[in-house]
């Protein structure tokens, strides 16, 4: 059996890349898809720990954890398509997808 903290080690990392990826990228593809990772590294944090804890407390329904875990797939899903959504109408806009160019409620 695969140790909790081998799991937390692999999710804060994929946290950290995430984050300095939203941190460094100009593009706002780039930052939204530092966001997807974070997104991920908090939904892998969320598996082991549902896991880990159903193993310790069977009495508990075993679907709990999984149903907070498929809301927060769905609203990474919505997030993406939102994200999207906006840089395709800003694209259109000014042309550009640099986020420090998108200055469309600067009077």
Not at 36 to 46: H, K, P, Q, S
Not at 79 to 85: P, R
């Amino acid at each position: 059996m695969i140790p909790l903290s081998w799991y937390l080690y692999l999710a804060a990392g994929l946290f950290c890349i995430g984050l300095f990826g939203v941190l460094t990228h100009k593009s706002a593809i780039g930052i939204l898809i530092g966001i997807e990772l974070m997104l991920n590294a908090v939904n892998i944090n969320l598996a082991a720990f549902w896991h880990y804890y159903s193993q310790i407390n069977p009495s508990q329904p075993p679907v709990n954890g999984m149903v907070f875990l498929a809301v927060v797939f769905i609203v990474a899903a919505a997030e993406t398509a939102v994200g999207l959504a906006l840089i395709i109408s800003a694209y259109r806009k000014r042309s550009t997808v640099v986020a420090g160019e998108m200055d469309l409620l600067k009077g």
